[in-house]
């Protein structure tokens, strides 16, 4: 009876670590490597938190028209490693965003690297999101 709960509990917990593995997302399930975007805009919301960070802006489109974007970025902790601070954007501010767009076709991007308002350019992305350079780009 004891080893059978001993197997049970092992069981439930190995179950239990895997389960984050399975809720992430890898970039190619949502986001086009074919599709590159460069978005120049004001920043309208920035939300820093777990698993990734968001980043809300309104750019011209190639009409000239202001569209609303939303940027993914990656864990705040990776971000603020890679020279970020929560700080680093606010509403207003004007950035570039160099990312790759959804395949859902919305305008939504991954976000691999952000001009920050000082000139500042860093890195967006995450090292293991599988996106494009993605390694190259985790030692900056």
């Known amino acids: 009876m004891k080893a059978t709960l001993g197997i049970l509990v092992a069981g439930l917990g190995l179950l239990m670590s895997a389960t984050p593995v399975l809720a992430h997302h890898s970039f190619s399930a949502e986001f086009d490597d074919k599709q590159p975007v460069s978005l120049k805009g004001t920043v309208t919301k920035v939300d820093w938190m777990n698993p990734h960070i968001w980043i809300y802006i309104s750019a011209k489109d190639e009409g000239g028209k202001v569209t609303a974007w939303q940027c993914e970025g990656g864990p705040p902790n990776s971000l603020t490693r890679n020279g970020w601070t929560k700080s680093a954007l606010k509403e207003g ?3 570039t ?3 790759f767009r959804a395949k859902d076709g ?3 991007c991954n976000s691999r690297s952000v001009t920050l308002p000082d000139g500042k350019k860093v890195f ?3 090292a293991d999101d599988g996106g494009p350079n993605a390694r190259k780009n985790a030692g900056q």
Do not use: L, M, P
Request: charged share 15%; no cysteine.
């Open 93 to 95: 501010d004007q950035v």
């Open 97 to 99: 965003i160099e990312g």
């Open 124 to 126: 967006a992305g995450s």
């Open 106 to 108: 919305t305008n939504t």
